[in-house]
């Protein structure tokens, strides 16, 4: 699994400001460039919280001896440590914890019964609360079909803390992008913003063919210009770390030209011809 430490440095409004960049002009370079770097830190960002969830998900199950979790929580403990721990809520008592290395991409486990930190009672109370707060909104769907909607609470800034719903799959040979919304929540928890990336479910699936694709292209409508962060994160959890791709783009009606994002370079490069995309 290949891990590349990123600034996790998101621009706030950066996916709202995407619909304002629908000139019949391209954006500057530089402005285009800025737009991709912050998308790549959001989805690096994003891409890191779910696949640490899925790891202390299995590993909960497989080593946990105190198995009394009903709550799992996420959290950042510094610029290269990320924290989960499941948590019994009666007892208000972490009972298992994995953490991950951003830096070298190890995911160590500590299998014991412990309390809770003042920062992690505050933020696992938040976290229930922004569940609570997500069971209210309407338009949301999930493709059951597919798989089961996947929930990532991420802290933005202090005060805003973005919810993230990404399409999962249980089916092998597919990729599943689309039918995934952000929503964020100011300090009080109340609902500030919120987003729904792709008009539909677009799934990638391979499933008829030998072996794995080398690469994929899938393409956003009229006013989602960009590749998203949610787009980053499905394809490094699906894409790369299941079928060692290392490439996708996207075709930008938008602006005319495709996006093609890289893992080995961490990077999304802009070419007009779908012959020039590496």
């Given amino acids: 699994m290949l891990f590349t ?21 391209r954006p500057a370079m530089h402005t285009i460039n800025a737009v991709n770097d912050s998308v790549i830190d959001e989805g690096y960002n994003l891409y890191y919280h779910e696949k640490l969830n899925w790891v202390l998900s299995d590993a909960y199950k497989q080593l946990c001896s105190s198995k009394t979790a009903s709550l799992s929580t996420i959290r950042q403990l510094n610029d290269t440590l990320l924290s989960g721990i499941m948590i019994d809520v009666d007892q208000m008592k972490c ?93 009080d928890c109340k609902l500030i913003a919120r987003r729904k990336y792709h008009a539909n479910f677009i799934p990638i699936d391979f499933s008829s063919k030998e072996g794995n694709i080398g690469k994929c292209t899938h393409s956003h409508l009229d006013g989602n210009p960009y590749i998203t962060p949610t787009d980053v994160a499905t394809f490094l959890l699906y894409g790369h770390d299941l079928y060692e791709m290392k490439t996708f783009s996207v075709y930008s009606p938008d602006l005319n030209c495709y996006f093609t994002f890289n893992t080995e370079t961490s990077t999304i490069v802009m070419v007009d011809d779908i012959d020039d995309m590496k």
């Fill in 5 to 25: 430490k990123r600034v996790f440095l998101t621009i706030v409004a950066s996916i709202v400001a995407f619909s304002a960049l629908q000139a019949q002009e």
């Fill in 95 to 187: 009972v298992f914890e994995c953490r991950l290395n951003l830096n070298t991409g190890d995911i160590e486990p500590f299998n014991l019964v412990r309390g809770l930190t003042p920062q992690e009672i505050e933020h696992a109370n938040r976290h229930v609360t922004l569940l609570e707060e997500l069971s209210k909104l309407d338009g949301i769907e999930n493709v059951k079909q597919a798989g089961n909607l996947n929930v990532d609470i991420v802290e933005i800034t202090p005060s805003i803390t973005r919810l993230y719903l990404l399409q999962g799959t249980n089916k092998s040979k597919l990729i599943p992008f689309g039918n995934d919304y952000s929503f964020d929540f100011d300090a």
